[in-house]
């Protein structure tokens, strides 16, 4: 039996999706978020969250194994620029943090303790 790696990402061409694409990023992003309901009573992650876990998969034996490093820095640079990017400037614009530390309830306001009556 013969195996062939076909490019930067081992799929073959005769599967790619779109734009000469293995996979179409717009379009499975556009998928997720349409299907994906949000999670009650969780907050959803911080753009700086959000970039170190993407950091951190994209890093590991599992990814580097499987595709190639310019494959890898493209899915990154989507990542980055399409989501992470458009979070923190939406999130700076309505006036929320885009640090952890800063967050207090993660919904990007700080905590209001509760006063203690005298």
Do not use: W
């Amino acid at each position: 039996m013969v195996q062939f790696c076909y490019g930067d990402d081992g799929l073959d061409p005769a599967m790619i999706e779109g734009e000469m694409q293995p996979i179409e990023f717009y379009r499975n992003l556009a998928h997720a978020i349409a299907v994906i309901p949000p999670v009650e009573d969780e907050p959803g992650l911080l753009p700086t969250e959000l970039s170190q876990i993407v950091s951190d998969a994209l890093s590991s034996e599992r990814f580097k194994k499987g595709f190639s490093e310019a494959y890898l820095k493209q899915v990154s640079d989507f990542v980055h620029k399409e989501i992470v990017s458009k979070l923190i400037r939406l999130r700076e614009k309505v006036g929320l943090s885009n640090d952890s530390a800063d967050s207090g309830d993660r919904s990007g306001k700080q905590e209001k303790k509760p006063r203690l009556a005298k």
